[in-house]
Nanobody, 123 residues
Framework: VQLQASGGGLVQAGGSLRLSCAAS????????MAWYRQFPGKGREFVAG????????DYADSVKGRFTISRDNAKETMSLQMNSLKPEDTAVYFC?????????????????WGQGTQVTVSS
């Protein structure tokens, strides 16, 4: 299974970025997926999750109303639209695929991870 994340970069506060994750290697539509982020010296933090069908989503309180997660099962891709970005959103963002169809916040439930993409928001 391979996950390839892309779309990170440098943006000013208040700006937008769209992250994408392309998956291959197993039946994409059977599993929930999520975005996590990691700050320097810290563990991975749940950002947003989406169920296997895309019918359910979940967000960390810190990004609710600003970020939107989506998936296209036909194309085997997942995206994270990030609007109204803040300097505190600066982190490495990872996409991950779960071992179940439902969303979970537990890092251990995600068995495959992308390589991470850096998002930097300047003030």
């Amino acid at each position: 299974v391979q996950l390839q994340a892309s779309g990170g970069g440098l943006v000013q506060a208040g700006g937008s970025l769209r992250l994408s994750c392309a998956a291959s290697g197993r039946t994409f539509s059977w599993y929930a997926m999520a975005w996590y982020r990691q700050f320097p010296g810290k563990g991975r933090e749940f950002v947003a999750g989406i169920s296997d069908s895309g019918g359910s989503t979940d967000y960390a309180d810190s990004v609710k109303g600003r970020f939107t997660i989506s998936r296209d099962n036909a194309k085997e891709t997942m995206s994270l639209q990030m609007n109204s970005l803040k300097p505190e959103d600066t982190a490495v963002y990872f996409c991950a695929t779960s071992d179940s169809p439902t969303i979970t916040h537990k890092v251990a439930s995600y068995d495959y991870w992308g390589q991470g993409t850096q998002v930097t928001v300047s003030s």
